[in-house]
T-cell receptor, first 115, second 111 residues
Framework: NAGVTQTPKFRVLKTGQSMTLLCAQD?????MYWYRQDPGMGLRLIHY???????AKGEVPDGYNVSRLKKQNFLLGLESAAPSQTSVYFC??????????????FGPGTRLTVL | LAKTTQPISMDSYEGQEVNITCSHN???????ITWYQQFPSQGPRFIIQ???TKVTNEVASLFIPADRKSSTLSLPRVSLSDTAVYYC????????????FGGGTRLMVKP
């Protein structure tokens, strides 16, 4: 099992460019999440998905879009990148949203720099 | 949304027991308490979860008093490799009560 994988690992964008971050999980989890982590800070939830074809906003959704066309994949898009979106992006998945089975499994992260 | 308060940083020495306390005064009846560990340049990793009393696994123990307004993560005999950021989270029982990562506690283990 690969667990949660993220593509790419690193990326440098210019302001205004667009890109898509790909997250894939092989644990058959229903729930998937995208977080961002700024230097020295905790993680903040951008968007999440409670199942194939469904997405919802998290704490900091502005400037991002997501799609969950397949259960195993969760895509995060930046339509027009801004320097404020420079961050490390983590994807995670879990079996349940709450209760005692809500352990989240995280990917290795994508380090994004917007110039 | 249940919020948590934990120390920003702690120092310890190898071989010592480390206790990190988290306050969550407005924890809801259905909320579980979950702790994650994060090493630099890695995603967080689940350590332990509990609802009440005491939970122990191969890595840590979690102590939760009867009122559940706080919890203490106990790491026995820490080593240098336990240097990391530790996050306390409560909630996550539904979409309106998502798990929220606060700033965490930065633990530094010294030789």
């Amino acid at each position: 099992n690969a667990g949660v994988t993220q593509t790419p690992k690193f990326r440098v964008l210019k302001t205004g460019q667009s890109m898509t971050l790909l997250c894939a999980q092989d644990m058959n989890h229903e729930y998937m999440y995208w977080y961002r982590q700024d230097p020295g800070m905790g993680l903040r939830l951008i968007h999440y998905s409670v199942g194939e074809g469904t997405t919802a906003k998290g704490e900091v959704p502005d400037g991002y879009n997501v799609s969950r066309l397949k259960k195993q994949n969760f895509l995060l898009g930046l339509e027009s990148a801004a320097p404020s979106q420079t961050s490390v992006y983590f994807c995670a998945s879990s079996y349940e949203l709450g209760g005692s089975y809500n352990e989240q499994f995280f990917g290795p992260g994508t380090r994004l720099t917007v110039l | 949304l249940a919020k948590t308060t934990q120390p920003i940083s702690m120092d310890s020495y190898e071989g010592q027991e480390v206790n990190i306390t988290c306050s969550h005064n407005n924890i809801a009846t259905n909320d579980y308490i979950t702790w994650y560990q994060q090493f630099p340049s890695q995603g967080p990793r689940f350590i332990i979860q509990g609802y009440k009393t005491k939970v122990t696994n191969e890595v840590a123990s979690l102590f939760i008093p009867a009122d559940r307004k706080s919890s203490t993560l106990s790491l026995p005999r820490v080593s240098l490799s336990d240097t990391a950021v530790y996050y306390c989270l409560v909630g996550g029982d539904n979409a309106g009560n998502m798990l929220t990562f606060g700033g965490g506690t930065r633990l530094m283990v010294k030789p």
